[in-house]
Each structure stands twice: as structure tokens, then as C-alpha cells.
């Protein structure tokens, strides 16, 4: 079998920059999405990473400002909680000379990251899979599971990284 340097596609293939990626984050959400699309950068599988937050408790109107869904609800905790993240993210975890941004958007989150990826002309829109617990199971039946929902409305490649079984394998390490 020969080898893949002698096929021009991967010769070129290596020559073209990254594509970017969406990486999809909330607010108390495991590192492992953000960690694994790190890794895939710096191995150069892809190119900036596009970290959005979706926050489903917002509108966004025609002008591009952010309003609560909830008029009675004007608390500043979800862009605390999206000022954290961003820092978080752009200031803790992501390596220097990791070509990253954050934003935070309004509305359906699967939406929400769709319009990301095609505003961004990204590649990919990476996921984690849902928390574990009866709440999260309860918001997920009657709001539907992200991934899925963006496998349906739009044509880009959907990557979901479970993070309920590495939780598990985490705190099985952590007892022993």
C-alpha cells in the first residue's frame, strides 16, 4: 500500500489552513469540550476555535441587543455568568497561541450555534453531551437534545464529546 504523501490530496490538504470550528459552551460545563478542541488545534486538525455560548434565556432584536425572554427578570447573573466563562475559557484554559474568541448569543441554542457557524463560515459545531441528573433529563425532554436538533437544521458535521462517562471515570479515579 503506499503511502499517503505520495496521493497530491493530502500534499494539499497540509498546505490549506485549518478550518475553524464552533465549540459550543455553557456556564458550569466540564473543560473536556473546550480541552478537546484545544488538543485538535494544536495538533493542527483545525483552526480557530469559535466558542459560543448560546444563553436560551435572552432575545436578540433586530439592532443586535440582548434582552431578557423574561422582562421581570433585568439580574445581571447571565452575563456575569458569560463574563466568567469568557475569561475563563480565553484566560485559563486555552493555551497561548491558541487562536480562540468568545461570544455569547441569544435564543434557541441549536439555532443559536447554527447562525455561529455560518456567520464564522466554520467547519464543524462541536458539543458536549447533556449534564446528568433529573433536571437535565427534564429541560432535555422538553426542550430536545442540541445535537440532534442541529443534525436536522443545518449541514455541517456535528462532534459530541460525552462528558457524562468521563465524569464517572474521573471521580472513580479520584477515590482510589
Same mark, same amino acid.
Given at each position: 500500500m503506499s503511502h499517503p504523501r505520495h496521493f497530491p490530496f493530502f500534499r494539499e490538504a497540509r498546505r490549506r489552513p485549518a478550518s475553524a470550528i464552533i465549540v459550543g459552551v455553557v456556564p458550569g460545563q466540564p473543560d473536556l469540550v473546550a480541552l478537546t478542541a484545544i488538543a485538535w488545534n494544536q495538533q493542527g486538525l483545525v483552526g480557530r476555535l469559535h466558542y459560543v455560548f448560546v444563553d436560551p434565556t435572552m432575545t436578540e432584536t433586530p439592532g443586535g441587543h440582548m434582552n =431578557?425572554? @423574561?422582562? @421581570?427578570? +433585568? @439580574?445581571e !447573573? $447571565?452575563? *456575569?455568568a458569560a !463574563?466568567? +466563562?469568557?475569561?475563563? /475559557? /480565553? !484566560?485559563?484554559? *486555552?493555551?497561548? $497561541?491558541?487562536d480562540a474568541d468568545?461570544?455569547?448569543?441569544? $435564543? @434557541? =441554542?441549536?439555532? &443559536?450555534?447554527?447562525?455561529?457557524?455560518?456567520r464564522t463560515d466554520s467547519a464543524a459545531i462541536v458539543v458536549g453531551t447533556?449534564?446528568? &441528573?433529573?433536571?437535565a433529563a427534564?429541560?432535555?425532554?422538553?426542550? $430536545? !437534545?442540541?445535537?440532534?436538533? +442541529?443534525?436536522?437544521?443545518?449541514?455541517? =458535521?456535528?462532534?459530541v464529546i460525552p462528558l457524562a462517562g468521563r465524569q464517572r471515570e474521573d471521580d472513580q479515579e479520584t477515590a482510589r
Open positions: =431578557p425572554i @423574561d422582562s @421581570d427578570s +433585568l @439580574d !447573573s $447571565g452575563s *456575569t !463574563s466568567e +466563562l469568557s475569561h475563563r /475559557l /480565553l !484566560s485559563e484554559i *486555552t493555551p497561548a $497561541g491558541v468568545f461570544v455569547r448569543v441569544a $435564543g @434557541d =441554542p441549536a439555532h &443559536g450555534l447554527s447562525r455561529e457557524a455560518r447533556r449534564e446528568r &441528573g433529573p433536571v427534564l429541560e432535555e425532554w422538553m426542550r $430536545g !437534545s442540541v445535537s440532534v436538533q +442541529l443534525e436536522h437544521i443545518q449541514a455541517r =458535521p456535528v462532534i
